[in-house]
């Protein structure tokens, strides 16, 4: 179907507004373009809503934010509404509070599902983009929103015969809507990032034999997950105007915030109380509220990080595997730290190998198994928890173009260029939300997106009221931003560090350099500079 084909005779597009992704962003994108009256269609490449919490079903998925954060706070009446069982909440549970979301606000009969974007090109001559489906639709619309998730472009290592394996293998982030039988199976766990921690401490005690690959270990600190009571409950509900109000304060976006003592004034004893202290709380507040320096001050990053080695060397019985899973190329905070429940413990267990790539590299994957450089170990299951191409990678699988015929995957090729995250110059009525360089992708994330998805609902309303039908990032503003954004890497020690945050992943061809992923000014200064931005009738967006 050609785009003149695609046009209504009026030469109307088939919608104003297309949103592409039903994960936690687009979910609330959507119900606010409803709200703003317009006509809005949302195609989601799965067969159902949810986003990261439909795909990921692994055993342990869970979020490491606090429940009660990580909901909506957009709505009072949701907020009284639902009651989370667990401080921090499984896959199933997520799940079904964001169906519960769409029922609340009748918001299905404006998804449609299986629908995965191919392409989207960009018609100067009409103003609309046409969007192409897998399944061979084009629909067009005037506004181009995406919601298609960080971590949601799933990356297998880069080995020979991956194919080969005649047992069952898949990437966590696929892992079978069927139950899979791990019951006194032989199975392996490649990788020990956030994902593979979470897999490895659950199903530990499940497998007959389990054995892991690693090839760089990382931080890890306990999660205190429990239940939550009655009690808490009616304490939460009561509370959520301060909840939230605590997290528009912190520069994550969570309930912790950084002690902004003076790492150095602060007596051995002191630091080590407050450590200790910190390590028994629950959630990110040993990575977040701990002294600010611990993540821009090397010397006290490393007293840190002997702290928690020490912590490592005590929950692991065997010396050597202990030193196997205590990090040596970075600090603690510098790379994402993976909250787990017992993961050490796991590998106390004698049905529990570990075996470290890095010294002996996996060299292909063989029809029973897995070839090391000095081993072949035969197993019935294979388990990739290799990670994502993150935040641009689900950028990169869909063929975007804007004017004279430039891609967004090229224009990002050596990493992003983007004017607050949210648009690119060269790519009019493209908004990318939860994209590269904006606050949500570096914060927890709800509340990220409801800054961003406001702020747009905001922008497409001014638009309307001004009668402008086109908007587009002025390319001295993006290079101002993408300037400023570089800058902010140089306050903190996660550009010291390989790590999704930076751009680097060994499993994606080219990305093996630093690439500007995040905006490392905190969720705070970010609302801040858009919202001022806005107040200045959108400095720096050219209308049309």
């Known amino acids: 179907m050609t785009l003149e084909s695609a046009v209504t005779n009026n030469n109307s597009p088939d919608h104003e507004v297309i949103i592409i992704g039903a994960g936690v962003c687009g979910i609330y994108m959507l119900h606010r373009m409803l709200k703003l ?6 195609l989601e490449a799965g067969d159902g809503p949810g986003g990261t919490w439909h795909w990921n079903r692994y055993p342990g ?32 549970e997520t799940l079904s509070y964001l169906k519960y979301v769409i029922n609340k606000f009748d918001l299905a009969s404006h998804m449609q599902f299986d629908s995965q974007v ?47 394996f005649e047992g069952v293998s898949f990437h966590t982030y696929n892992w079978p809507e069927t139950p899979v039988e791990l019951k006194g199976k032989k199975v392996a766990v490649i990788g020990t990032g956030a994902t593979g921690v979470q897999v490895i401490q659950s199903i530990a005690g499940e497998v007959g034999e389990l054995t892991v690959f690693q090839r760089r270990p990382n931080w890890c600190a306990p999660l205190h997950n ?60 040993v990575w977040l509220g701990n002294f600010r320096d611990v993540l821009t001050n090397l010397d006290a990053n490393a007293e840190f990080s002997e702290f928690i080695a020490n912590k490592i060397r005590g929950r692991v019985q065997d010396p050597a595997v202990a030193e196997m899973l205590i990090p040596k190329d970075h600090g603690f905070g510098s790379r994402r730290v993976p909250m787990e429940t ?45 990670g994502f191409d993150a935040i641009t990678g689900a950028f990169d699988r ?27 110059a060269g790519f009019p009525n493209l908004i990318t939300l939860a994209g590269p360089q904006g606050a949500s992708v570096s914060t927890n994330f709800p509340p990220g997106i409801e800054n961003a998805v406001d702020w747009t609902t905001d922008l497409i309303k001014y638009m309307g009221e001004h009668n402008y039908k086109r908007v587009e990032a002025s390319d001295e503003a993006e290079q101002a931003w993408v300037k400023h954004v570089k800058e902010m890497y140089g306050h903190t020690l996660v550009s010291t560090t390989k790590s999704w945050f930076t751009g680097y992943n060994s499993n994606v061809e080219g ?21 001022q931005i806005a107040a200045n009738d959108y400095e720096g967006f050219e209308f049309a």
């Open 118 to 164: 191919k392409a989207a090109t960009f018609d100067e001559e009409s103003g609309y983009w046409r969007i192409d489906t897998a399944e061979g639709r084009t629909l067009t619309s005037r506004y181009l929103l995406t919601a298609i998730g960080m971590l949601s472009a799933a990356t297998k290592p880069r080995l020979e015969g991956l194919d080969s």
């Open 226 to 285: 429990s239940p939550i009571s009655d009690e808490e409950q009616t304490k939460i509900k009561a509370s959520f105007d301060d909840i939230f109000a605590r997290c528009m304060k912190t520069p994550g976006g969570f309930i912790h915030g950084p002690d902004r003592r003076e790492f150095a004034t602060v007596s051995e004893e002191d630091r080590m109380e407050f450590w200790e202290n910190l390590y028994a709380s629950p959630g990110f507040g």
């Open 37 to 42: 009256g317009l006509d809005v269609t949302l």
């Open 61 to 92: 998925a869970r979020f490491d934010s606090e429940s009660y954060t990580y909901g909506y706070s957009f709505s009072k009446e949701l907020l009284q509404e639902w009651s989370w069982s667990e401080h921090f909440a499984a896959q199933p």
């Open 511 to 531: 990305h093996d350099i630093l690439r500007h992923m995040v905006y490392f000014g905190g969720a705070p200064k970010y609302r801040e500079r858009i919202a």
């Open 342 to 386: 017992r993961y050490y413990e796991a590998y106390n267990r004698d049905n529990v190998q570990l075996v470290n790539v890095s010294e002996t590299p996996i060299e292909k994957i063989t029809k029973k198994g897995i070839k090391t450089s000095d081993a072949e170990y035969e197993f019935d299951i294979i388990i990739y928890a290799t």
């Open 398 to 424: 869909i063929n975007i173009t804007g004017l004279n015929g430039q891609t967004l995957r090229s224009k990002w090729d050596k990493g992003p260029l983007t004017l607050y995250g949210l648009q690119v």
